[in-house]
């Protein structure tokens, strides 16, 4: 009869209790690359709402000069061009066909003049006779805009009724990119000088002007 070796025995339940702690989940993970990626499109610069000069209402002569006042109204620019290159807004009395620079006579009524339009000699204000005035005035941003607001140029008043353009507000390079609204003017943001020359006019006429803001790219 074979005898049992007892060194031999020893090794093998050795080995046997070895196995027995190796952990269950000890095989290698199992992992894989990958990456991502986003391409960004540039749109447009463009007035999300157009600056407006209100009607000043009705003057009436009194033998003096007068000022007439009004509240600008808010307007807003939109960035969406993603360049951050800035841009700025001007005003400038527009000429052309069918339209006058400066305050001048234009009939509202064709019963009354005969055609609506202005009138080829009619009476006329002087070139600056109207202001803009933005302190006090602010931006906001909207549709959850951040970053560095645009500012206003017209601390001290502006001519709108102008023949050159007047930069009346403007964003610096990485600044104004989104929707921007300006706003908050005073209630006498908007100043009309009516010297004792000013010559009443008849039925269904009006002194008109038309306005041109330009919104270009740049500070």
Not at 69 to 80: C, L, R, Y
């Amino acid at each position: 009869m074979q005898k049992r070796n007892p060194a031999r025995i020893v090794r093998l339940a050795l080995a046997i209790a070895a196995l027995a702690v190796v952990p269950a989940g000890s095989a290698q993970a199992d992992t894989s690359n990958d990456t991502s990626q986003l391409s960004v499109t540039g749109g447009s610069l463009a007035f999300k709402s157009a600056p407006n000069v209100p009607s000043l209402g009705t003057l009436t002569l009194n033998g003096k000069a007068q000022t007439l006042t009004k509240q600008m109204e808010p307007w807003a620019v939109e960035d969406a061009t993603g360049t951050a290159s800035g841009w700025n807004v001007t005003v400038q009395g527009e000429s052309g066909e069918g339209k006058s620079a400066v305050f001048k006579e234009y009939c509202t009524s064709e019963e009354e003049c005969g055609a609506v339009g202005y009138v080829g000699s009619g009476k006329t204000l002087a070139a600056n006779s109207l202001t803009l005035s933005s302190s006090g005035g602010a931006f906001s941003g909207l549709n959850g805009t951040t970053g560095t607001a645009p500012t206003h140029s017209c601390g001290s008043a502006c001519n709108v009724d102008t023949a050159s353009p007047v930069k009346v507000a403007s964003a610096a390079e990485d600044a104004g990119m989104g929707s921007w609204q300006g706003e908050s003017y005073g209630v006498s943001s908007l100043s009309l000088s009516a010297p004792t020359t000013v010559k009443a006019l008849g039925a269904g006429k009006v002194y008109r002007v038309d306005l041109l803001w330009t919104l270009s790219s740049g500070p």
